[in-house]
């Protein structure tokens, strides 16, 4: 397998090699989704809270005697069926939603829909990418160039309605992120930091320094 690299200027700058252990590997929905709802579960942070008969305020005392009054017997005000009482199976913060999967099967979905998007031309390989003073202006122009490319032309409209767009950096950059943070659609991130989970919510993802990522993923596929 083999893709074009183009340089920020949005020109061919050469071919890379695509190692089909990580750009083709075969679709597996059953094991995409699997991961996908186990890395989302993971995220997940309850907020409802309701508490039960043992945290509600009031009396422990006995609200009328057991007997003779010819009403129904209560033992406790803060039973659930009173309005002030506790609440029976309520939503509880402390819940644990995680749902395990191994590291293997993690990896293998990750490389799985990159895959599928390699094949969907959303994958997009540049030399480098650099700013001088880290001004929004300088973001704006290099998008407006990656978009001239064949299929990313809506790279040039990130800062209205075009794709969200996941740029992957092998190494931390200051001025990069200072300049691309005003993006609301642009995620800068190092690619050590990169899930299966923003591979589908970020519609083009962008490897700045083509070589060298593949290196790092291809040391993330020998954990397989």
Do not use: C
Request: hydrophobic share 35%.
């Amino acid at each position: 397998m083999e893709s074009l690299v183009y340089n920020q200027s949005g020109k061919e700058a050469g071919k890379i090699n695509l190692p089909k252990e990580i750009f083709g590997v075969p679709w597996n929905a059953s094991l995409v989704h699997q991961v996908i709802v186990s890395l989302a579960s993971r995220a997940r942070v309850p907020l409802a809270h309701t508490k039960t008969r043992g945290e509600v305020s009031g009396t422990g005392k006995k609200p009328w005697k057991q007997k003779g009054t010819g009403r129904a017997r209560h033992g406790s005000r803060r039973s659930p069926i009173w309005r002030t009482g506790g609440i029976t199976f309520g939503p509880r913060n402390d819940k644990n939603f995680f749902k395990k999967v191994n590291k293997k099967m993690n990896i293998k979905a990750f490389f799985t829909i990159l895959s599928a998007k390699t094949k969907d031309n959303e994958i997009l390989f540049i030399q480098e990418l650099k700013t001088e003073n880290g001004k929004a202006r300088e973001a704006h122009a290099i998008l407006n160039s990656l978009g001239t490319i064949d299929g990313f032309e809506r790279l040039a409209t990130q800062r209205e309605r075009g794709g969200k767009t996941f740029i992957s950096l092998t190494q931390k950059n200051e001025n990069i992120g200072k300049s691309f943070k005003n993006f609301k659609n642009i995620k800068i991130s190092q690619l050590n930091s990169l899930n299966a989970v923003d591979l589908l919510n970020f519609k083009y993802i962008i490897f700045v320094n083509p070589q060298e990522s593949i290196a790092i993923l291809d040391k993330k596929r020998n954990k397989l």
